[in-house]
């Protein structure tokens, strides 16, 4: 039961910026925007998340439209390292829960 | 590192066994969950724990029983178990919101990777 849409894989050129796409249409109100990544046989990592006004950390930004029904995650330099499944999941309000769907595969080519 | 820990890292059980996968966490959080990854397939949630109180079973079958004795760990405990179960079986830990805020991120362990024969 994801609530949202995501391509199911994606290449970038390493030292390019990598800007994965996800729709989630029918968020609510009082939902958040959160983004995992799970490298190859590893536990998922929390990357970033978002409400409505965009959101950089260390690892990453979040670009939230202003309607809420889709966002960008951005990692403005990719590496090798940064080869995952990107996971982007709306949790908040009554779905308190963190409810995976198939992601999308980002390669990162040499 | 996580703060997220879980032992074994591999185990093969076969279908007659008992066993179990066991959890820590010391992060201080009060919520902690049990996925499951087969291959090639999105997690899927199969316990919430919150407060120490099972809050959630996704329809699991009852050869896996769950057992939280207290809010830094977590155990899954395996009893004649099929080979499609075999897995990888992840943890994580997270501080469910109070009124009106929001959940925190969850934190995963590494996995046990469960091969039954």
């Known amino acids: 039961d994801a609530k949202t849409t995501q391509p199911p894989s994606m290449d970038c050129a390493e030292g390019r910026a990598a800007n994965l796409p996800c729709n989630h249409s029918t968020i609510s109100g009082n939902e958040y925007v959160y983004w995992y990544r799970q490298i190859h046989s590893q536990g998922p990592q929390y990357i970033i998340h978002g409400l409505k006004n965009n959101e950089t950390n260390e690892m990453a930004s979040l670009i939230i439209t202003e309607d809420r029904k889709s966002s960008t995650l951005i990692l403005p330099h990719a590496t090798l390292r940064d080869t995952a499944v990107y996971y982007c999941?709306?949790?908040?309000?009554?779905?308190?829960?963190?409810?995976f769907g198939t992601g999308t595969l980002l390669a990162v080519q040499p | 590192e996580t703060g997220v820990t879980q032992t074994p890292r591999h185990l093969v059980m076969g279908m007659t066994n008992k066993k179990s996968l066991k959890c820590e966490q010391h992060l201080g959080h009060n919520a902690m969950y049990w996925y499951k990854q087969s291959a090639k397939k999105p997690l899927e949630l199969m316990f919430v724990?919150?407060?120490?109180?099972?809050?959630e079973n996704n329809s699991v079958p009852s050869r896996f029983s769950p057992e939280c004795p207290n809010s830094s760990h977590l155990f899954l405990h395996l009893h004649t178990l099929q080979p499609e179960d075999s897995a990888l079986y992840l943890c994580?830990?997270?501080?469910?919101?109070?009124?009106?805020?929001?959940?925190?991120?969850?934190?995963f362990g590494q996995g046990t990777r469960l091969t039954v024969v």
């Open positions: 724990y919150s407060l120490e109180e099972r809050v």
């Open positions: 999941i709306v949790m908040g309000g009554a779905t308190n829960k963190l409810i």
């Open positions: 994580a830990s997270s501080q469910e919101p109070q009124a009106h805020s929001r959940s925190t991120e969850a934190f």
